[in-house]
Nanobody, 124 residues
Framework: VQLQASGGGLVQTGGSLRLSCVVSGSTFSRGTVAWFRQTPGKEREFVAADGRGRYYSDSVKGRFTIFRDSAKNTVYLQMNDLNTEDTAVYFC?????????????????????WGQGTQVTVSS
């Protein structure tokens, strides 16, 4: 299974971006896909996951949406109303297991497959 993330860039506060992650292999039709983000000196932080349901961190709930396009084997992260605290490198992740418990879907070490990061920078 390989993951290829894209869509990062520079945007002003209040703007929007859509990240994409193409997932090759059988994991896409089942299992869990997720987005995490990381800033220098900090641990990777959970953003959103699509497993048995869709789950979000409190900091992005209501602004970000995770969804899959099965025809394109792609998982997206639509990010609206961005602010400077959203600046980070964003990673997509996947696992063959279907998570529906926060202790699982929100933990980076639960995911076996990872894509490379894509930088999102929000300017004030």
């Amino acid at each position: 299974v390989q993951l290829q993330a894209s869509g990062g860039g520079l945007v002003q506060t209040g703007g929007s971006l859509r990240l994409s992650c193409v997932v090759s292999g059988s994991t896409f039709s089942r299992g869990t896909v997720a987005w995490f983000r990381q800033t220098p000196g900090k641990e990777r932080e959970f953003v959103a996951a699509d497993g048995r349901g869709r789950y979000y961190s409190d900091s992005v709930k209501g602004r970000f949406t995770i969804f899959r396009d099965s025809a394109k084997n792609t998982v997206y992260l639509q990010m609206n109303d961005l602010n400077t605290e959203d600046t980070a490198v964003y990673f997509c992740a996947a696992d063959d297991r279907t998570f529906n418990v926060r202790a699982y879907f929100s933990q980076a070490n639960r995911y076996y497959y990872w894509g490379q990061g894509t930088q999102v920078t929000v300017s004030s």
